[in-house]
């Protein structure tokens, strides 16, 4: 049976860094999710997401393709990221996705509980802002309002309660990128017969 290892964590925790070491290192299938919010200038469509309008995203929604579907209020306006029933390719191999603990619960809801595996990334508080300003400074036009009300937000979203009634127990430290990656993959290759040599 092939499964998708699903990586979670607050806002700079270093998801997306992982995503592409791991990506990079095992044969595992990516988990595009379509999102109405704004291209980043690091971000290329089709590899980090499909970006969407509104009208496309009632499409999807109207034709039944969505497995998942969740909306932030942000300062800059409402920004929904999905995940497509054809965006998880699992009969073709193990997959890699990212997300919340919300959409965990609901694609396991649809894929099975046994399919999908949780990878919760965590850092510590003030790390994780230093490098959300970090990153945000580096953004053609940083929306700072932006950032505060999505570190705050991150404390509900991840809370100790959600964790637990997702059944997400362990947690992998990410103080040092490289360490927290090779752990992953450990993780990962124990877990799948697909990537092991």
């Not at 999908?116 to 970090?134: H, K, S, T, W």
């Amino acid at each position: 049976m092939h499964h998708l290892f699903y990586l979670m964590g607050k806002s700079a925790s270093g998801k997306d860094s992982l995503y592409h070491i791991l990506s990079e290192r095992l044969p595992l299938l990516p988990v595009v999710l379509y999102t109405t919010r704004p291209q980043r200038a690091h971000e290329q469509d089709g590899r980090d997401y499909h970006f969407i309008g509104q009208t496309e995203l009632a499409a999807m929604r109207a034709s039944g393709e969505l497995i998942e579907e969740r909306t932030y209020h942000t300062v800059a306006g409402d920004w929904t990221y999905c995940t497509a029933k054809g965006s998880v390719p699992l009969a073709q191999g193990d997959c890699l996705g990212i997300g919340t603990p919300e959409s965990f619960e609901q694609l396991r809801g649809y894929l099975g509980t046994d399919t999908v595996i949780p990878l919760y990334i965590e850092v510590e508080d003030g790390l994780r802002l230093q490098r959300a300003l970090d990153r945000e400074r580096a953004q053609e036009k940083p929306n700072y309002a932006e950032l505060c009300r999505r570190f705050l937000t991150d404390t509900e979203d991840f809370s100790e309660e959600k964790l637990a009634r997702a059944g997400i127990v362990r947690r992998f430290q990410n103080l040092e990128l490289e360490a927290c990656a090779a752990e992953l993959t450990a993780f990962i290759k124990s877990n799948s017969a697909q990537t092991e040599t």
